[in-house]
């Protein structure tokens, strides 16, 4: 349903993605993983189509991406970034309304169906509570909820999430990828994830696209991905990956040049 078909991207002058092809089906969970400056970001925005490729083509439901008209694709397509939120003086519950924007008419009126979505939402997210609160007064964590609330109260097809836990406590970032994994389940909703943590990637997303230089590196289940020589292809990382001890999914440990003091002060007690 969504699909890159000979993409190629120069900005400023250097060619950032080259060749990337891939054609990925309704309902899964894509990440998208590679070192610092290789295009993730910049793939994810030729994806929601705020970016257009110098060649080839993103094409959703068969269609240039570029080609839908701006209500029609907010309909399907939603995009979490950070600092999406607007700055200051709305509500929780008016911010988390503003998703319903491709929905309402020209006087931004929807009626009865918006209300009952954003409601839904936010029981669904547990912000209920803290609906009347500005959104300026809330922690960073509780902040990351209302902006995912904001793109599910869109109801979109595709979500596209660009690096969502950061910043978010190891709590907060399961809370929020739980949430949206039992979205997409429950709604048949393909979600397209940038990651940094490894970890997370491999245990929530079906399958991992893996960029290196402008180009895709790898592609597959995180079973066929996460793997050492790949991980210190990619990110010039030593690491050790091991099954998870409850649900197989492969975790990586890093390798450090350094040993770190604790097994240092060990070490030197065992040789006396
Ligand atoms: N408008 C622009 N003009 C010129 N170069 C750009 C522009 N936007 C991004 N770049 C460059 O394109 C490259 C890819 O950027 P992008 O943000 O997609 O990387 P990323 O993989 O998401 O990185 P990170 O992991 O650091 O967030 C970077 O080298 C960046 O400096």
């Known amino acids: 349903m969504i699909e890159a078909k000979g993409v190629a991207l120069s900005l400023g002058g250097r060619q950032i993605l080259n060749d990337i092809n891939f054609e ?12 610092n400056g290789v295009g993730k970001s910049t793939l ?44 200051v003086g709305f509500t929780v519950r008016e ?3 503003m998703g319903r924007f491709p929905y309402q008419n020209w ?8 209300e009952r979505t954003v409601e839904r939402t936010l029981r669904e ?22 902006a995912l609330a904001k793109v599910m109260a869109q109801e979109p097809e595709l979500l596209l999430l660009d690096e969502p836990t950061t910043y978010l406590d190891i709590g907060y970032q399961v809370q929020l990828l739980d949430a949206v994994k039992r979205w997409q389940a429950e ?33 597959g289940p995180p079973s066929e991905v996460v793997r050492p020589e790949l991980i210190a292809r990619v990110f010039g990382a030593r690491t050790v990956v091991l099954p998870h001890p409850e649900t197989g999914v492969p975790q990586l440990l890093l390798l450090p040049e350094t040993a770190p003091a604790e097994s240092r002060r060990e070490r030197k007690r065992e040789n006396g």
Not at 125 to 146: K, Y
Not at 194 to 215: F, P
Request: proline letters at 3%; aromatic letters at 4%; charged letters at 25%.
């Open 44 to 87: 994810l925005r030729l994806l929601a189509g705020t970016e257009r490729p110098g060649a080839g083509e993103v094409l959703l439901e068969g269609k240039a991406v570029s080609a839908y008209k701006r209500k029609d694709l907010a309909k399907r397509v939603a995009v979490l970034q950070q600092g999406g939120l607007p700055a």
């Open 95 to 97: 911010t988390v309304a």
């Open 125 to 146: 997210l547990g912000l209920a509570d803290m609906q009347d609160r500005p959104i300026d007064a809330l922690s960073g964590g509780e902040r990351q909820r209302v």
């Open 24 to 35: 990925w089906k309704q309902g899964a969970m894509y990440g998208i993983i590679g070192p």
């Open 187 to 219: 709604r048949r909703l393909t979600v397209v994830a940038v990651l940094h943590d490894l970890n997370l990637a491999a245990h929530y997303c079906d399958e991992l696209l893996v960029l290196r230089e402008g180009k895709i590196e790898a592609f």
């Open 107 to 114: 006087l931004g009126e929807e009626g009865e169906e918006g």
